[in-house]
């Protein structure tokens, strides 16, 4: 490890191990607590100390705090997933000046203040997925409304971007009616799911490409007069949706393995920081049980496809 | 010729008419220069701040790394400017608990007016800074003019203030900052580690630190927190006073607001949420008297630092953002307790060596059972405070001050 | 002087009287606010009142803002103010959750009890600072507020509990209908009509009022005034507290950041509600209508076109408009009975 | 009814009580028999409120004899002592604002019906009953905020009787009665006497005491004097016990050759308090002005230093007018105002003697706007030097000093201003005989070098020694001018109570 002369940290101390620090959007977001899992078991592989830290709110200021810890810290390297593209930017950048690697999952910043993006999927992948599912579970037709998380987050604005663009081209007859955002808080989820059916008196489908709202819409709708009528779709977590899946508010709904995407990201982590790759495109890397992959351009590294999960194979699934 | 001398020889005058006496002539001080200076509230919060400073040094790794000084001052530098005119607040026995939605309404106006708008930095910031005057005055002119309780007041206005920031944008953020400025904000002095945002800190701190400690106008806001009616007696301008700290607050609280927004790239109606809290605990860990009337800027600091170097070493440990919480709030809760637990242990001690007296059958010579200058007791007689004002007169007194 | 042109009309029949205060009270005023806003929403939208699930999130929005807002009141009405009950509600919330994690098949009314008493716990320790300490509530519950927070904070660290995680039948209570009114409705009403008759109606409770009407005169005349300031608090916790499992029925997810802002909101609803934020007057009922009003406008706003980013700003100026008519209000009084003193 | 077989339902012997540097009791003692109306009085700050305050269980004594009916007590709380059978009333009535006129008497023991629940019809027909018997018409529903003070004082006092105590203790209950009410309490605390209790009156007013009580108690510097049937003294010899020498001594005004005018007031109206108020001083001369508790005499003076506002009417100073409702620019035009309130008005008592004295001329101690500690040090030592207030250092509290040195500093504070008028409200009230000449002398030196003095007291013996002339105040007029030579004691009370006496002719019509 190269800590600069953070004098004497544990990382100098036990020569090799690297200090690998999850920074997630914010604490108490079961999502992030797999994908952060899937961090763990990986630096526990490679033999580096793991570990968390994140703002309670999904802001950015919350996160550049942290930022600026890990830099004092002189971790080996941070991955996180970013609550704005640009406004974090200065501090990752002071951080990588002090040699600290850098590695965004899930949610991207600029390419310039990182070394490596791992996608949980490409962004046509995930909205193409979503547009699949809520178009089957409406036949085709209808209003939908979409529940997002703050209104800045780049990878959910990305999808819904290109989900507008999909259902325009290709389903004439379902209308997207509106877009709130729940800012990733249950309660708020919740509560803007009961305004948007209020609102919408003719709402067919609610669409939520994050797994806090997706959750607090199925919640919402499972025992209210709608369930049956609107369908709710988008990105989940098993464990979370399993009762509504069970129940039958919900039909299906996508996600990739979000333990697999953190076990991707501190492997990645672990190739820039011990020198192994550059994070240039071409370069290539072991993941543990994941294999080999490949960097791509802007420095992406890319986990698969999306994956459907629905009543038949929810069970086999548990996080 | 002063007053003072012409003072003196009248005085000499009417002593020398009346009885021959020689003038009387008193010392400046009751204690020594010592007493004063350590035996003080402000002293032993800076006593902390630099005992935990040093047990940070010694014994967090990377505290004592080249990057701590220059981030811990970076966050705390909203909280020691807001502090500062909060500290004035608080002294005139009022609080203003708006000041971080006063924040997020500037960093809202700084982002509409220079991303979306396409305004300078300089012209945003100074729009930015005339709301948060605006804010000010809207606080003060129901506070000071129509007599209202700013703690219901700032509630309100808290709610208020937020809300347009937030209604304004959304959730959305405005991100895309003119890079040069934002690079300022976060620059360093030439080479040291000193953050360029202490500059400007520095001067509000001379600045506060010389309204409140060297002009008529900080005497007169302590004769406010102490008793607004005798101050009003004595020619202090108690509106508008009050109508100038509260301006003061919301302007400094937007210049915070201006900064918060270049360092962090981002303009966003929830920005700085809570941080009127933060600021209250520093300045009440300060030393500063919630009923008024008591406080000084170098321990507000002292409580700010304080406050930002706990933090920085938690964090550094790897201690979350919640058991910072809990310290934060133990320390205001003792630090507020201390003179009634002081109080009562000598209550205690004085009951306990002398005999039990004031029972059923109290002898005629039993000793006093109260100490007899026992602040309690004064406060027990009956008088009656106006019904619209807070009862913190009269609770100020049951609160044993630890002046020297 | 003396008061014999001032009031003619001295022992004026009761019952015309009863009908003239109550048509005068800030109460009446507020009820028929929420009324026009339910209008106005209904007319924008027909589901708003006209479905059963309109009916139902009408009265199951605010009913948990209002058992807090009740225990907020009777805190305020003492002179006193407590920052701390959203995290008394966090730790409630967070604990209901847990305790059927923990303690599978924990029959649901032990969970409530619970949640009440941990809610009385901490409500006790602030009054207990409060009344022993000498020491402002303002500071004592703003610093409990961290100290609560924190310890919900490191307990729950970032875990969080799922409708999956509670009994069925404890999340059907959050839904549950009684002759279409919601049960937490129920229980809300109920709170609020046991400490409405018990401020107006019981000794300890009118002495609440005398004690922050003026905590000197209350002294001189030997009210326990110690007593009823802890109970207050105890009052203002264990309320937060049964909120806090209502929060946990109603919403099913909850996560160490619930109840954050909800002193303010609290509050909010108290003194919009009539409640004088230096204590002494004002009604449970008052809090209580304050905190549908706020709740209802924030499921109005959308519907008539109001991007709902603005309903804080609406809140402000509630609270503002509600402070200032009472100032406006009370001034007028007092030149009327100067007034009446003159010419007499 | 005879006073000596029955045991006192009151004793108390070398009570003392201090409150810090304060001995504000030396040797309280009393002996009150049940069936007995009995009057203590005493000069200001004689320590009466006091010696009640103890009796009532809001301070503890620091040491002495106190005994109620028959036994050793010592009550804690307010609360014990009411449960004991101990009902007062205080001298400044302690109402809550909020609530209701009935709820203001029952608070604490409301008549309760079954579950606990407030039988608020049975409280109601009680106050009615009470209000009857003291045949006064209160609302009984409305708020006590807002009430003047003498129906304050009459709840206060509606109160005490509904406690159906052993003892009832009025601490100046009639200080602003009219004279109708006055009547009435009379009744009713006579009857009260033939119903067996004891009672203790205080009160100021001579005629009241004469008419009303027994016994008489006399108090003199928080010591007990003497006691007397009512029927073997007179006025004289009260005055005598009361102030312990011949009043002539005490009021050493020394004639100064009148100047300009320099204050001049016309026509000065404020709705509800005062009308149609002109008067001047002229520099050198003390004005007094005399009236009853209550007649408005303070506020006159508040609006004509700025503190207050006022409707109409002007105020000029030196010849010049003076804005009204801003007492900075009334300050620098060369006026000071020695409020009557020293702890709530004339002195931040938790500031240093140097802020203090320092207060009203900080503009004139910093330099480029600054000011210093040294700067006020250097000011404030003269001018508490001059007045001699005992204290060892200039920063020291004023709270930590005796209630005659605060004065001295109030004084001191409006000196240092360098006025060319100086109103002073009750310069002497509650400080000792000592200090009291002292401030007499200082006023006579102060108008003798040529400074106007505007002057209130209560005390008329003190208005009387002192004042040039006296302009009498009734119910919010100037009621009479009288110079120092017409002046009597008489003339002065009939002036000041001629409205009354109006009143209570209408009020009987
Ligand atoms: N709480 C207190 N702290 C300090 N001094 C006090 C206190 N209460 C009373 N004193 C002082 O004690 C003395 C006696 O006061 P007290 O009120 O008993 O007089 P009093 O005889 O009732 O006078 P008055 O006729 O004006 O009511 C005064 O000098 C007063 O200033
Ligand atoms: N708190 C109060 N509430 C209502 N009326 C009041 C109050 N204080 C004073 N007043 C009224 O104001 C008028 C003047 O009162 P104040 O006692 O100041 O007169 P004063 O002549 O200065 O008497 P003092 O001898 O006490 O100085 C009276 O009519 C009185 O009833
Ligand atoms: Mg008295
Ligand atoms: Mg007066």
């Known amino acids: ?319 | ?404 | 002087m003396t008061a014999e042109t001032l009031t003619p009309a001295k022992r004026e029949n009761s019952s015309m009287r009863a009908v003239r205060s109550l048509l005068a009270s800030r109460e009446t005023a507020i009820v028929l606010v929420i009324l026009v806003i339910i209008a106005v929403a209904t007319s924008f939208n027909q589901s708003f009142l006209f479905t059963g699930q309109g009916w139902r999130d009408l009265l199951l929005t605010p009913s948990i803002l209002m058992v807090v807002a009740v225990g907020s009141a009777v805190v305020i009405i003492t002179r006193n103010v407590d920052l701390s009950v959203g995290s008394t509600l966090a730790i409630t919330a967070y604990m209901t959750g847990r305790l059927f994690v923990d303690v599978p098949g924990i029959p649901i009314f032990v969970v409530v009890l619970l949640g009440i008493l941990v809610g009385a716990g901490l409500g006790l320790i602030n009054g207990a600072l409060v009344a022993f300490g000498k020491v402002p509530a303002l500071v004592v519950t703003l610093g409990t507020m961290y100290i609560y927070r924190g310890a919900v904070l490191t307990w729950a660290g970032s875990d969080r509990i799922n409708a999956s995680d509670m009994p069925g039948s404890f999340l059907n209570l959050g839904t549950m209908q009684i002759l279409s009114i919601p049960l937490l409705t129920i229980v809300a009403v109920l709170v609020l009509i046991v400490a409405g008759y018990w401020l107006s109606s019981t000794r300890s409770g009118r002495e609440m009022y005398a004690i922050g009407s003026d905590p000197e005169a209350a002294k001189l005349y030997g009210l326990p005034t110690t007593k009823r300031v802890i109970i207050a608090f105890i009052l203002g916790g264990a309320l937060a507290g049964l909120a806090g499992v209502m929060y946990a029925a109603r919403y099913g997810t909850v996560s160490s950041s619930a109840g954050m802002g909800w002193e303010f909101d609290a509050i909010g609803a108290a003194v919009i509600g009539g409640v004088a934020i230096f204590g002494g007057s004002g009604t449970v009922w008052g809090a209580a209508f304050g905190a549908i009003l706020l709740m209802t406008i924030n499921r109005t706003l959308p519907i008539v076109g109001i991007p709902d980013f603005w309903q804080r700003a609406v809140v402000g100026a509630l609270i503002i408009g509600a402070i200032v008519l009472d100032r406006y209000l009370s001034v007028r009084r007092h030149r009327k009975l100067q007034e009446a003193r003159d010419k007499a | ?509």
């Open chain 2, 1 to 404: 010729m002063t007053a003072a001398t012409r003072a003196q020889t009248r005085a000499s005058h009417g002593a020398a008419e009346r009885s021959g006496d020689e003038a009387r002539t008193y010392a400046a001080y009751h204690r020594p220069w010592w007493f004063r200076t350590f035996i003080s509230a402000e002293f032993l919060i800076i006593a902390l701040l630099v005992l935990v400073w040093i047990i940070a040094t010694t014994s967090v790794d990377n505290f004592s790394g080249p990057l701590t000084v220059r981030y811990l001052l970076m966050d705390i530098a909203p909280l020691m400017m807001i502090a500062l005119p909060m500290t004035l607040v608080i002294i005139t026995g009022q609080i203003d608990l708006s000041v971080a939605s006063t924040m997020g309404l500037s960093t809202v106006v700084v982002g509409i007016l220079h991303v979306q708008m396409g305004l300078s930095i300089p012209l945003s910031g100074l729009l930015a800074i005339l709301v948060g005057v605006l804010c000010g005055v809207f606080n003060g002119f129901l506070v000071a003019y129509v007599k209202l309780p700013s703690l219901a007041v700032t509630i309100g206005t808290l709610a208020l203030y937020r809300g347009i920031a937030v209604g304004l944008l959304g959730t959305t953020a405005l991100t895309d900052f003119d890079q040069g400025w934002s690079d300022l904000a976060t620059s360093s002095i030439g080479e040291s580690r000193i953050p360029a945002i202490m500059i400007p800190v520095v001067i509000l701190i001379l600045i506060f630190a010389v309204l409140l400690h060297f002009t008529p106008f900080g005497r007169g806001l302590y004769d406010i927190g102490h008793n607004e009616q005798a101050a009003r007696f004595s020619g202090v301008n108690v509106a508008r006073s009050q109508m100038t700290t509260f301006i003061l607050t919301g302007a400094v609280s937007a210049a915070a607001g201006i900064f918060y927004t270049l360092r962090f790239g981002n303009s966003r109606g929830d920005n700085a949420t809570g941080l009127e809290l933060e600021v209250i605990a520093a300045v009440l860990l300060g030393g500063v008297l919630i009923f008024g009337g008591r406080g000084a800027i170098h321990g507000v600091l002292a409580g700010a630092l304080l406050i930002g170097v706990l933090s920085s070493a938690l964090r550094l440990e790897g201690v979350t953002v919640n058991v910072i919480n809990i310290i934060i709030g133990l320390l205001l809760v003792i630090s507020v307790l201390t003179p009634t637990l002081v109080a009562g242990a000598q209550r205690l001690r004085e009951r306990l060596s002398g005999p039990a007296a004031g029972q059923d059958s109290a002898p005629p010579t039993s000793e006093p059972p109260e100490s007899p200058d026992s602040p309690a007791q004064q406060n027990s007689t009956p008088h009656k405070t106006a019904p619209h004002h807070e009862s913190a007169p009269a609770d100020s007194a049951s609160t044993p001050t630890a002046t020297p």
């Open chain 1, 1 to 319: 490890g190269d800590n600069g002369d953070g004098g004497g940290g544990d990382g100098e101390a036990s020569g090799e191990e690297l200090n690998i620090t999850f920074l997630p959007k914010n604490l108490g977001n079961p999502y992030f607590e797999t994908s952060n899992a899937g961090g763990e078991e990986a630096v526990e592989e490679f033999g580096g100390t793991y570990s968390e830290v994140g703002p309670q709110e999904a802001t950015p200021d919350g996160q550049v705090e942290y930022i600026n810890t890990a830099a004092q810290q002189g971790e080996d390297a941070l991955v996180l997933s970013a609550n704005d593209p640009s406004a974090i930017c200065g501090a990752l950048n002071e951080a990588r000046d002090v040699d600290v690697a850098v590695v965004t999952f899930d949610s991207d910043t600029d390419a310039e203040c990182r070394d490596l993006f791992v996608n949980q999927a490409t962004a046509e992948g995930i909205a193409s997925a979503q547009v699949q599912l809520v178009a089957e579970q409406i036949d085709e037709e209808g209003e939908i409304a979409i529940l997002s998380a703050s209104a800045n987050a780049t990878n959910q604005n990305l999808w819904i971007e290109l989900m507008e663009e999909e259902i325009a081209a290709d389903y004439p007859d379902i209308e997207i009616v509106d877009t709130v955002y729940g800012d990733d808080d249950d309660q708020r989820s919740f509560d803007q799911t009961a305004a948007l059916l209020q609102t919408h008196s003719d709402l067919d489908a609610i669409v939520s490409p994050t797994t806090v709202g997706i959750a607090a819409a199925a919640r919402y709708i499972s025992d209210s007069d709608y369930a049956g009528e609107v369908a709710v779709t988008g990105l989940g977590t098993p464990n979370q949706m399993r009762e509504y899946v069970e129940d039958g508010t919900v039909e299906a709904f996508a996600l990739w393995n979000p333990e697999d995407l953190g076990y991707l990201s501190a492997w990645a982590a672990n190739a820039l920081a011990s020198g192994e790759i550059e994070g240039e495109e071409g370069d290539t890397f072991e993941a543990g049980r994941l294999g080999e992959y490949t960097v791509g351009a802007d420095g992406e590294v890319v986990l698969g496809e999306p994956f459907v999960f629905n009543s038949e194979n929810i069970g086999d699934f548990d996080f």
């Open chain 4, 1 to 509: 009814m005879s006073l000596s077989d029955s045991t006192p339902v009151l004793e108390l012997a070398g009570v003392r009580k201090t409150f810090g540097s304060v001995t504000a009791l030396a040797d309280g003692s009393i002996t009150v028999y049940p069936g007995s109306i009995h009057a203590l009085v005493g000069e200001n700050g004689a320590g009466k409120s006091t010696l009640i305050k103890i009796v009532a269980g809001l301070h503890r004594r620091d040491r002495g004899t106190f005994r109620f009916r028959g036994a050793d007590a010592a009550f804690n709380s307010t609360a014990e002592a009411k449960n004991a059978g101990i009902a007062v009333i205080y001298q400044e009535p302690t109402l809550f604002p909020d609530l209701s006129v009935t709820e203001n008497i029952f608070m604490g023991r409301q008549p309760r019906s079954r579950g606990g629940r407030i039988d608020k019809h049975a409280m109601q027909q009680e106050a009615a009953e009470i209000f009857d018997r003291l045949g006064v018409n209160l609302d009984l529903n409305r708020p006590a905020d807002g009430l003047s003070i003498a129906d304050q004082q009459i709840i206060e006092i509606a109160k005490a009787i509904s406690l159906d105590a052993h003892l009832l203790i009025m601490d100046e209950p009639t200080a602003a009665l009219s004279g109708v009410e006055v009547e009435r309490l009379f009744a009713v605390a006579r009857s009260l006497r033939d119903e067996g209790r004891g009672i203790v009156f205080i009160s100021h007013r001579f005629d009241e005491i004469f008419s009303l009580c027994d016994t008489i108690t006399v108090m003199r510097d928080g010591s007990y004097v003497a006691t007397t049937p009512t029927a073997e003294t007179s006025n004289d010899e009260l005055v005598t016990m009361m102030v312990g020498r011949e009043v002539a001594d005490l009021y050493p005004k020394t004639p100064a050759e009148l100047g300009e005018v320099v204050l001049e007031v016309e026509e000065l109206s404020s709705a509800g308090t005062f009308s149609d108020v002109s008067f001047t001083v002229r520099a050198g001369e003390i004005v007094g002005l005399a009236g009853l508790v209550g007649a408005g005499r303070s506020e006159i003076v508040r609006a004509v230093f700025g503190v207050d506002s006022y409707d109409s009417g002007t105020v000029k100073l030196n010849g010049r007018p003076v804005p009204k409702g801003q007492p900075s620019v009334a300050i620098r035009a060369g006026m000071a105002l020695v409020p009557e309130d020293r702890r709530q008005q004339g002195l931040v008592v938790d500031a240093s003697l140097a802020r203090n004295i320092g207060a009203a001329i900080r503009r004139r101690l910093s330099r480029f706007g600054l000011i210093t500690t040294s700067a006020e040090n250097r000011a404030a030592g003269p001018w508490a030097s001059q007045l001699e207030v005992k204290t060892s250092a200039l920063s020291m509290n004023a709270a930590t000093m005796s209630g005659g040195n605060q004065q001295k500093v109030a004084i001191a504070k409006w000196l240092a201003t360098e006025p060319s008028l100086l109103i002073i409200d009750e310069p002497t009230r509650g400080i000792d005989v000592g200090t009291k000449a002292e401030v007499h002398r200082l006023l006579s030196q102060l108008a003798g070098e040529g400074m106007a003095i505007l002057m209130i007291s209560s005390e008329l013996p003190e208005v009387m020694g002192m004042a040039d002339r006296i302009l009498v105040v009734g119910e919010g007029r100037i009621s009479a001018e009288l110079d120092r030579d017409e002046a009597t004691a008489e003339k002065v009370m009939h002036a000041a109570t001629a409205r009354h006496e109006k009143n209570r002719q209408e009020a009987a019509a």
